[in-house]
């Protein structure tokens, strides 16, 4: 891990992204963006790496220009549904001791998919699920802006500065900036630009996280797996 949080102090809020950050999904959305590539003909390596960098609409104006967007992303919503039905799921290690030390109105999930999947793939590996979920269709603006972190912290009745984002992917980490607060990274070889703190794996910063929350005191700290 490096650096150091922003604001020194209790974390009343902890804010979470979920594919990449607490739930597995590369292989998953490797998979469904092979099977809709090869239905438009096109190659899905190139696909995939495009989808990696934009939003769905952005990637099918890339690689599809001549075809309705919006036929596009049916045919990609109705993969990513079978998916998260047949799909096989993995939480990252730690993500189910930290998800149950939180009390379920401290803490929130703010994603850039669609709440039916994220309650599909929680029930499939057995996380816990908050009060406040703060997906795709809760926002016209999703991330990096700053508008989801913020819309979770008003549902949660906190302050901004009085939240920790967990993030994964540079668009997320941007947009907990954005909303003024403080930003730690995992599950990357390399910090994102702008984290507070960085960890190699949501496993090492689950100490670090429970630490910071006030509640942590009546909780027990889970212990790194030998």
Known sequence: MIGEPARPGA???VLFDVD????DAVDNQRLVWRVWA???????DEVHQVALRTRPM?????????????????????LEDEDVRSGVYAAFDGASELLDALPPDAWALVTSNYEHRVRGRFARTGLPVPR???DAASVEEGKPSPTPYLLAAKRLGAQPQDCLVIEDAPSGVRSGLRAGMTVWGVNAPAAVDGVHRHFGSLREAVRDILAVTPWSQAATTPSPKQ
Do not use: M, N, S, W
């Open 38 to 44: 090869e239905r438009y003909g096109l190659d899905p």
């Open 58 to 78: 952005e990637t099918f104006a890339q690689v599809v220009p001549d075809r309705d967007p919006q036929e596009c992303l049916a045919a990609l919503h109705e």
């Open 132 to 134: 406040i979920i703060v």
């Open 11 to 13: 974390k009343k809020y």
């Open 20 to 23: 990449g950050t607490l739930i």
